[in-house]
């Protein structure tokens, strides 16, 4: 691996497992066995490998956040929402200090509202395919508060886990699609609500 | 107002208004226009700023978190979420830096921890109250993802609220309340369901 993406790999996992505000260039070089001057030929600054960090996190969204034109059945649902909650996990530091990062660095804060928003856009899309055929049973209002918590709950589910147990449970990515998944059986028919269980049950 | 009380209040309105990793005494003696020794003669640090408001928000949450022995109407329910939210909003500083917080100050991290299990158990003591009268049909299951829900929407609306739109929006108490009330809704009666409508109507 070239020393570049040796940077970039370690202080994603340092990221991850101390927090960012924690962690600083000294610490990488020192975890990398190089000298802080090797690191700063790479990158200039924290700022800098948190920008590489960004748009890989960006372009792993937005390639994941294409809905399928075809309907999606609740197995396609449960993989899909999996592999939304495990591209959140990857870049988990950014998710838990949320708030301090937007503030600290505000040249993220418009492209991380533009995720929510293709989130919404994705969720409305596959909730709107489902009622039009008569699968889920919601009239605009519940589809609108269901996206919220949609969203709410694929934002905050990895900070939830990790402040109610003092670390990020082995099991937190298949309880988070559960979790979104519960809040949208209500709507469906009984056949699809059962699924659901069935899927918990294998998973859970 | 006693220099004592005027320090806490101000680092309180700081704290919510900047984020709490970028206050510091130097500022909030600044603020109040007063020496930093006298600040230090009141509290040592930071730290024991933050003890002494972190001991009125427990106190708070704890007052308002004894579940009333007679069951809630929807209307109640309303009322009683609101204030929880206000409590929230109050100390807010401590929900939106929340992971941040917890890993600098672990000595928050179990009272924290505290509140959200009296939160879990007073959602399942007013939901399955409600099942008992037979105004909501939801298996035990479905009681718990419910109270998962609640919980984790509760904790991070202001955060969620804050991320979204670059500021706390000025309905987002009221709009945290609806979402909590969204994902109970679809386990009432419809008379009851039709109840929501009408306060989201009247007050959003």
């Not at 962690?23 to 590489?52: C, M, Q, R």
């Not at 905050?156 to 990790?162: D, I, M, Q, R, T």
């Amino acid at each position: 691996m070239k020393t570049r993406d040796r940077i970039l790999h370690t202080s994603l996992r340092l990221f991850n497992e101390m927090g960012e505000p924690s962690v600083t260039t000294l610490l990488i070089a020192d975890e990398l066995d190089i000298s802080p001057g090797n690191l700063y030929y790479h990158f200039k600054s924290k700022t800098d490998i948190l920008e590489e960090l960004f748009q890989q996190f960006e372009e792993c969204m937005y390639s994941i956040l294409i809905v399928p034109e075809s309907e999606m059945d609740i197995e396609d649902l449960w993989f899909y929402l999996h592999l939304i909650f495990e591209n959140i996990a990857k870049f988990q530091f950014l998710y838990k200090d949320l708030v301090t990062i937007m503030a600290k660095y505000p040249q993220f804060e418009k492209r991380f509202q533009k995720i929510l928003n293709t989130k919404r856009k994705a969720s409305i899309s596959v909730l709107e395919n489902a009622r039009k055929n008569e699968r889920l049973h919601a009239s605009t209002d519940e589809i609108e508060a269901l996206t919220e918590q949609i969203i709410l709950t694929t934002t905050f589910w990895l900070s939830y886990s990790s402040v109610r147990e003092g670390q990020v449970a082995d099991d937190a990515l298949a309880r988070g699609v559960y979790q979104v998944m519960s809040v949208v059986a209500p709507f469906l028919e009984p056949e699809r609500r059962a699924m659901i269980n069935g899927l918990k049950d294998a998973y859970l």
